[in-house]
């Protein structure tokens, strides 16, 4: 297999030699930048050849410029690198690293690193004790949080109209709860970080936002996605126009969207989901002159994923183009400097020790910070966070969003009158298509699944992305049919609905926070959409299912201690999250956006409680029949149905006869049209 990287350190076409001429690649191998070949496009239809996509040659005026991955972007020696930064979290004066970075500079940075040589100097040679440490911080910097000032959003709304769709009692003040929570998550940047951005960590905007909450000040990438569609639920356009203009602002200075709003995430991004939010956008306010202003920001950030984030694997003899993440700073996060650094120590030699802190941003920017998803070990995924090769997984999930926002840059080039544009990126989804069904479909297992490059196997572990094609239509839609009967025969072999909490981010047990047992609002919303999508009856009910214990446990946590939590247990319904670097967040952005969403689109059925428990007699009830499926385990632990989970099976038949889909009779087979 041959695999060429874009942004390695060395050139893979040669074997792995370095370059040694500050390329990534040596200049005989050197990949074209999208951008130089968009000069050279002339649309011709496929040959069907299955060619790369990096063949494609657009017109020159379809060019926007997109620059190479900035490595001086992070070139701030208080905040990302050196010894001061060193100094102060290695003390370890905070149980969060990320307290220091988020703190102010009373001082200009070059008084600061001033103040902070003579503090060594005054030392002789001896290391500094935590509390000298302590009190140099106290003396040159202020507590995280100076630079915002009170707001209080001027559209938010007391009774958006969503919530008179929701017929439960419970579930209705639940959502009008969610909605004031809004109040407290905004934030809004003082003037003063605009006139002295040099003395803070944070990334001015000159619109407020909406942040996930927590220990997490500031904006967040791929969190900001279902923040937006809980806002426009609520009614709040102004606020979620004015993110957008943030984001964009942002693409125009930098060429992509960081993790988050620090300067220290300034050198990775998150799963791209800018063009989908903007599209949530659209749809809730037709506004096409903002759409017209900013396209070619949009088509810049896709462009950043298409230059920096994308690998060619070869497969019987053709190259298809698919996406990953990467990141290649050197030293440890920022925000997490000691945890990198003591658990660097197992590796020798700088250049492992720098591949190390790659790898943990790169998965960083996956958004999955930490998983079992990421381990390399031996071809499997079991291991630790020295086992992590981020680099070398093509994720079923990336590659998803990254054709619909081929298709969405098409749609809306089309509505602007440009159809030769439009066509490219019509082509672009196609080919990107094509590549995640021969590198990612998994014909046996019945899935998409990752593909690892380092060992040329896909990786057959269960994740909930693993059906996001479906969300997407990232798949051959004439075989629609075939496609959901095999994945829901693969949902059964992986018992996940033996999870009364939601659908598990993984099966795997490592003490990692995106691993088993956690649930996280972001799969469970694609996990919901992915099988709402498919049109199928049957994948349909399921996706409800899921819904109504998702929106139960969410409901039960907040009923019993009034908050919204970044991740739940997919195994006890109402339990919050555990593991990972830091204790479990309230808030919390996406966690009330993805409940908001589920709330407006299954408002009408879902109730905060079941109406009946099991062994409650219901009179003139007719006697309750087990509902066959595709995929039987719907009602059986083993796929059988002379084999009903108790109590789960009666409670189905007897109290959710309603949600039983039209298209199908009492015996659960499907009616004639």
């Not at 469970?524 to 998702?550: C, H, K, P, V």
Request: aromatic fraction near 14%.
């Amino acid at each position: 297999m041959l695999v060429v990287w874009q942004g390695a350190r060395r050139c893979l076409s040669c074997s792995g030699q370095r370059t040694n001429q500050g390329h990534q690649f040596h200049q005989k191998h050197r990949r074209e930048l999208i951008s130089e070949k968009l000069d050279r496009y002339q649309l011709v239809k496929s040959r069907g050849d299955a060619a790369s996509l990096l063949d494609l040659r657009p017109p020159r005026r379809l060019r926007k410029s997109v620059g190479p991955h900035p490595k001086s972007i992070t070139n701030n020696e208080i905040y990302c690198y050196g010894e001061l930064l060193h100094t102060i979290q290695m003390a370890g004066l905070y149980k969060d690293s990320k307290y220091f970075v988020d703190m102010k500079m009373k001082r200009p940075s070059n008084e600061t690193l001033t103040s902070f040589d003579t503090f060594m100097s005054s030392l002789h040679n001896k290391p500094p004790t935590k509390r000298q440490v302590e009190q140099f911080v106290n003396e040159t910097f202020e507590l995280p949080g100076s630079e915002f000032e009170e707001w209080d959003p001027t559209d938010w709304k007391a009774e958006p109209a969503f919530l008179r769709k929701i017929e439960d009692h419970d579930l209705r003040q639940f959502g009008y709860e969610l909605n004031s929570i809004w109040k407290m998550l905004g934030r809004k940047m003082k003037e003063d970080v605009r006139i002295n951005e040099q003395l803070y960590s944070i990334i001015y905007v000159p619109n407020p936002v909406i942040v996930p909450g927590g220990r997490f000040r500031e904006f967040y990438y791929w969190d900001s996605y279902w923040i937006v569609k809980g806002l426009l639920l609520s009614e709040m356009r102004t606020t979620v126009k004015g993110m957008l203009n943030n984001f964009v602002s942002i693409v125009d200075k930098i060429g992509f969207i960081p993790n988050g709003g620090r300067i220290y995430y300034k050198m990775r991004s998150q799963p791209p989901l800018l063009i989908s939010m903007v599209h949530e956008y659209l749809k809730n306010t037709h506004d096409h002159e903002w759409l017209k202003q900013n396209l070619w920001l949009l088509e810049k950030e896709f462009d950043f994923w298409m230059t920096n984030r994308t690998v060619n694997v070869e497969k019987d003899g053709v190259n298809y183009t698919l996406a990953r993440y990467y990141e290649e700073s050197s030293g440890p996060r920022p925000e997490s400097y000691k945890e990198d650094f003591l658990t660097s120590q197992s590796f020798r030699t700088a250049e492992e020790k720098d591949n190390y802190y790659s790898e943990l941003k790169t998965a960083a920017e996956s958004g999955w910070d930490f998983s079992s998803r990421w381990f390399v070990h031996e071809g499997t995924n079991k291991g630790n966070l020295t086992n992590l090769k981020t680099r070398s997984i093509i994720p079923v999930d990336l590659n998803t969003i990254i054709y619909r926002n081929a298709r969405l840059l098409a749609k809306y080039n089309r509505q602007m009158g440009n159809e030769t544009k439009a066509a490219y990126y019509d082509d672009i989804a196609e080919k990107w298509k094509e590549a995640v069904t021969i590198v990612l479909w998994h014909e046996e297992v019945g899935a998409w699944l990752d593909y690892d490059i380092l060992n040329d196997i896909k990786r057959d572990y269960f994740y909930p992305t693993n059906i996001l094609p479906f969300w997407a239509d990232c798949y051959d839609t004439s075989k629609k049919a075939d496609y959901v009967s095999k994945v829901l025969k693969y949902l059964e072999k992986s018992e996940i609905m033996l999870n009364d909490g939601g659908i598990p981010t993984t099966l795997e047990h490592s003490g990692e926070q995106w691993d088993y047992p956690n649930a996280w609002p972001p799969l469970q919303y694609f996990f919901i959409m992915s099988l709402d999508n498919t049109g199928d009856a049957w994948a349909q009910r399921l996706a409800y299912e899921i819904s109504e214990r998702w929106v139960r446990s969410n409901y039960k946590a907040f009923n019993e201690t009034h908050n919204m939590y970044e991740k739940y247990d997919a195994t006890v319904s109402g339990g919050h999250g555990t593991g990972g670097e830091y204790e479990v967040q309230l808030g919390f952005g996406w966690s009330n956006g993805v409940i908001m969403d589920l709330l407006n689109k299954y408002g009408d059925r879902l109730t905060a409680e079941d109406l009946f428990k099991p062994g409650d007699v219901v009179e003139n009830a007719a006697p309750p029949q087990v509902v066959v499926s595709t995929a039987e385990w719907w009602f059986t632990r083993d796929g059988s149905t002379t084999h009903p989970v108790p109590d789960r099976a009666e409670r189905i038949t007897t109290c959710r006869a309603a949600a039983v889909p039209a298209a199908y009779s009492a015996s659960g087979s499907p009616t004639p049209n």
